[in-house]
């Protein structure tokens, strides 16, 4: 029998666990799923937007597998902090593997970046998703105009947040505090911003379109912005999702989506971010350097500027890996050495220990993407199951755990925090509502209401 630790419990690591569990070249694998929070699912909890209601029923599947007979879900401990070292955690299985995602944003590198009302649009999606590390209503919601940063998926999700009327995120599971904000918001006119061209946008076409159909804003595009792109003209050479984005953008050139909302989201292109310009502390807007293509995919800068007026910026520039306590790590790329998923330490293989998802092979891709990479590393992993036998793990690793001070959440822990958020639902006259801080969590989890985090 191998019993396996994977580290996180996203989609990648869920994935991880699945394809351990449904092979049969080394049968009887046993995998727990540990996660530093006492919820599972990772950022298909805390990333996927709350009125993406579809996406969110991943967490079904993701569910199933985490109640497979073979796999635990083990929250609330976090590996790397306190006595649970990775060296101390490979003791307690046969083989670890992390997939821990990329925790940080990356920055603009910007003068301005720190102002008031300038956050980080990672920090405003871990906001809305009720994040207990999440900062509490700190964002500058009486902002008349907010400027984003980037114009990936994650742009494209805080950009229709925030153009979405309370009413619309009522039937989700938004935390109450976040609703109450979102309800009070002043935001009237959001510009989504890119620094290339339109046909080097990174959203997806489905994301793009739900931004010209959202109930009460308009979506506007700049019909001579997208016609200094050359592939906008010619599209035929571009992969498809880039072809779709165009195509989409063209139609809205030529006939724009119903106008006339309350708020207004508009696409901008070519436009680098050079300062977040400030009035008082607070932002008041943001400098841009216009660019043209350069012929390779890249632009290059005009020495002609732009200001958009805004009281509150999000940069939506990308996540970014942040080093795991204890584990080797490649600050370039912001991810774990590895080779086809074996962790390299110091070049060579570490035995028994193995990355997948974004912490692999960076944060990049849908959450399908995870599929292909955890296979890749579960093969390995199996390739060397072998080896992996002769080592001698804890006869109980919670039991283990348990003796080094932590105290882990198992499912029924877990079972019990979504009993609390239902009911919390039916208190406020909604359907279930997340709960936003560790106190609450762990309270629902343990069963006692004292609880703080450890
Ligand atoms: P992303 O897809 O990498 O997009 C980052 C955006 O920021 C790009 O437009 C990029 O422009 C721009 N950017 C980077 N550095 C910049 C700078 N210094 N100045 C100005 N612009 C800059 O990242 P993301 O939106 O955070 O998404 C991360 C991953 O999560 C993606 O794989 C995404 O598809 C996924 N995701 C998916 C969904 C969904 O499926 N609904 C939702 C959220 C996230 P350049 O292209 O010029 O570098």
Known sequence: MLRVAVVGSGPSGVYTAQSLVEQSAVPGVHVHVLDRLPCPYGLVRYGVAPDHEKIKSLQNN?????????????????????????????????????????????????PGEELAGSCSATDFVSWY?????AASNGFALGARSAVVVGVGNVAVDVARILARGAQELLPTDVPQAALGALAGSQVREVHMVGRRGPSQAR???????ELGSLPDADATVDGPELALDPAFADPSGLLAVNRRNVAVLREWAQA???????????????????????????????????????GHGGVRPTGGYEDI????????????????????FDPASGTVPHEAGRM?????QAPGEYVAGWIKRGPTGVIGTNRPCAKET???????????????PADDPLDAMRKLGLRPVEWPGWLAIEAAEADLGISLGRR???????????????????????
């Open 256 to 294: 724009p989506p119903p106008q006339g909302h309350s708020r207004s989201i508009r696409l901008r292109f070519f436009l680098r971010p050079v300062e977040v310009l400030g009035d008082g502390g607070r932002v008041s807007g943001v400098r841009f350097e216009r660019t043209v293509p350069d």
């Open 378 to 392: 579960v093969a390995s992993l199996l390739a060397d199951a072998s080896f992996l036998v002769q080592r001698r």
């Open 62 to 110: 993701l569910r199933a597998v985490l109640e497979h007979e073979r796999v635990s879900f083990v929250g609330g401990v976090e590996v790397g902090k306190g006595a649970l070292t990775p060296a101390r955690l490979l003791g307690l299985y046969h083989a670890v593997v992390y997939c821990v995602g990329a925790a940080k944003d990356r920055r603009l590198g910007i």
């Open 432 to 454: 279930s509502v997340k709960i936003p801080d560790w106190a609450g969590l762990l309270g629902a989890a343990y069963g006692d209401t004292s609880l703080q985090h450890p």
């Open 129 to 133: 998703s009720a994040h207990p590390d």
């Open 309 to 328: 007026e805004a009281q509150l910026v999000l940069r939506a520039v990308g996540y970014r890996g942040a080093p795991p306590a204890g584990l080797p």
């Open 203 to 209: 959203f997806t076409t489905k994301e793009l379109r």
């Open 344 to 348: 390299l330490r110091e070049g060579a």
